[in-house]
């Protein structure tokens, strides 16, 4: 979704206790992290960028610690990376990004979804072209640090932005294939980094007015309450 979108739905999540909602989600994330590439996360980047996540979000340390060990359980359900592409009332094209272990289960849900608010699912492919993906870190500003040295010294590890808001926290953007070699250049230079991942950015965003977007809202809120549903992309400036 556009990044002011993005930026006043975190805002509200924050406000109205809903984060916790995020625990389960994040909690899958690291075990099938730690099923794919093991449970050490100094050898296993994915699972320390999953845990950097959860732990952003106040998830319990015995939570992750729990999670990562249910990865080499025998009865651990096998969980399937899938995505579906939507169109929503106002013009609003909407990405979603699943880790599910029941594709019937999940794929009816995301259609029910859509078309109860007077949308569609449409064809894989129909408007992913309209996004482009991006590595993304957030890190606290600390003393001393300057920003623009910085995004020199980083340049070469594939960053091609970086941005600072008005509480502090500084955003640096790149694309989704350096996403392994901005992670190691952070952690060369001993930058803590609070939260990493994939997003999805829209090349064309739109504007709603106040009603439309509360319409939406709604939608978003429904779809993000599913648990097999990990991160959702609108087109929303």
């Known amino acids: 979704m ?16 809903a984060m916790s ?4 989600k994040l909690l899958k994330v690291i075990t099938m992290a730690a099923k794919e590439g093991g449970d050490d996360p100094h050898m296993n980047s994915t699972l320390r960028s999953a845990i950097q996540n959860a732990k952003a979000k106040n998830v319990p340390k015995d939570n992750i610690e729990k999670a990562i060990k249910r990865a080499a359980a025998k ?30 289960r999940t794929v009816a849900n995301v259609k029910a979804y ?16 309209m996004f482009d993906r991006k590595a993304t870190f957030e890190i606290e500003k600390s003393e001393g640090l300057d920003i623009e040295e910085l995004e020199l010294e980083l340049i070469d590890a594939g960053l091609d932005e970086i941005e600072q808001d008005e509480d502090g926290v500084i955003r640096m953007y790149a694309d989704y294939t350096s996403f392994g ?24 965003p739109i504007h709603l007015n106040e009603e439309q977007t509360l319409e939406i809202e709604k939608l978003l809120d429904k779809i993000e309450d599913d648990d097999d549903i990990q991160q959702v992309f609108t087109n929303i400036e």
């Open 21 to 24: 909602k995020l625990f389960p």
């Open 2 to 17: 556009g990044r002011a979108f993005e930026v006043r739905r975190a805002s509200k999540e924050k406000r109205s206790g």
């Open 181 to 204: 070699t901005l992670q190691a250049a952070l952690e060369e230079k001993n930058i803590e980094v609070a939260t990493s991942g994939l997003k999805r950015f829209s090349t064309a």
């Open 114 to 129: 859509f078309n109860k608010a007077g949308g569609q699912v449409v064809p894989n492919g129909s408007i992913e072209f």
């Open 75 to 104: 009865d651990v359900e096998n969980y399937e990376l899938v995505n579906y592409e939507a169109k929503a009332p106002h013009g609003v094209l909407v990405y979603v990004e699943c880790a599910t272990d029941n594709t019937t």
